[in-house]
């Protein structure tokens, strides 16, 4: 083992990509700007249909540590990051969605930081199309430490851009189910070990109607959506979290129906574990009381 791979671990970023020919050239520039000396970059195209991985080819003949692939079939982007991660060589694994800028020292300062903790996320800035500034993702969602699975019961502050894990819990989170990998990811970390915060931005969020993930759906839907996802993590309980598990299978039994009894277990849920189920919140404690009480009226959707 080299004196730099001692100090510095090998830590792969794992982009997906899909038709993102308008913004991949300054996303890529951003992640070859990294300034942690021991990278490597993996695209995973999910056959555009536009010059996206003609783009990507060109970067992959320029620099040696980016590697580009194109799927034989649309995998859609869950699957496509999982398959990066297979593709990957690194001992700590990041994600990067295909127009977000990420800053220089983003790679060095989460390493020089994640310690022991198996996952470290950090905050963004949430930009429009032409970058200009909207807010912080943590002016609109509770970002801190995460030590318990049913903080992601049905909610997700843990960005995938903004996180590097260690390869050892991505690889044993997969195949990864049909929710968005981050919040898989997140929820699959707590039952590991800590998710380790950093208060500092690291990427540039952009936000607009073309994302990849950022499609929305009917209420049914996402209630349906809702209810997968609860039930896997109740799923995915080791006996060591049978506290959890319980927790998991009452709220999913809340989810049936609007009924009296299973409204009112909902919300007696929301006070009982409030600490967990409204970790994300960034409301005072008056206002997420008020929360638990909408929750004998409303079924929360995962956003």
């Not at 536009?50 to 320029?62: C, G, S, V």
């Not at 509770?142 to 997700?156: E, R, S």
């Not at 997968?228 to 959890?244: H, M, N, S």
Request: some cysteine; glycine content about 4%; aromatic content about 14%.
């Amino acid at each position: 083992m080299s004196s730099q791979t001692a100090a510095y671990p090998l830590v792969s970023i794992v982009v997906a990509t899909y038709n993102g020919a308008k913004y991949i050239e300054a996303q890529m520039d951003s992640l070859i700007a990294q300034t942690y000396p021991n990278t490597e970059i993996i695209v995973v195209d999910d056959r555009s249909t536009d010059n996206t991985f003609e783009i990507l080819e060109r970067y992959a003949q320029k620099y040696p540590h980016v590697h580009a692939y194109e799927n034989e079939v649309n995998l859609g982007y869950i699957k496509n990051f999982e398959k990066g991660i297979t593709l990957s060589k690194g001992s700590y694994i990041s994600f990067s969605d295909q127009d977000d800028i990420w800053v220089p020292e983003k790679t060095t300062e989460l390493m020089a930081a994640i310690g022991d903790y198996p996952m470290i996320t950090s905050d963004s800035e949430i930009v429009t199309q032409d970058l200009q500034k909207r807010w912080n993702h943590s002016d609109l969602k509770a970002i801190q430490d995460f030590d318990n699975p049913l903080c992601f019961a049905t909610d997700n502050c843990v960005a995938g851009h903004a996180l590097i894990m260690k390869r050892a819990i991505a690889e044993a989170a997969m195949p990864f189910p049909n929710m968005p990998h981050d919040l898989w990811l997140g929820f699959f970390t707590t039952l590991h070990g800590t998710i380790k915060y950093l208060d500092k931005p690291f990427v540039k969020w952009r936000q607009h109607g073309n994302n990849v993930t950022s499609k929305h759906t009917g209420t049914k839907l996402r209630i349906d959506a809702t209810k997968f996802r609860i039930r896997t993590f109740r799923d995915a309980c080791p006996p060591a979290f049978a506290k959890e598990k319980k927790v998991f299978a009452a709220l999913l039994e809340t989810y049936e129906s609007y009924s009296l009894v299973h409204n009112f277990n909902r919300m007696r849920l929301y006070f009982v574990y409030k600490r967990y189920l409204l970790a994300m919140k960034k409301r005072n404690p008056f206002r997420k009381f008020l929360y638990c009480i909408k929750m004998f009226f409303q079924m929360r959707e995962h956003p």
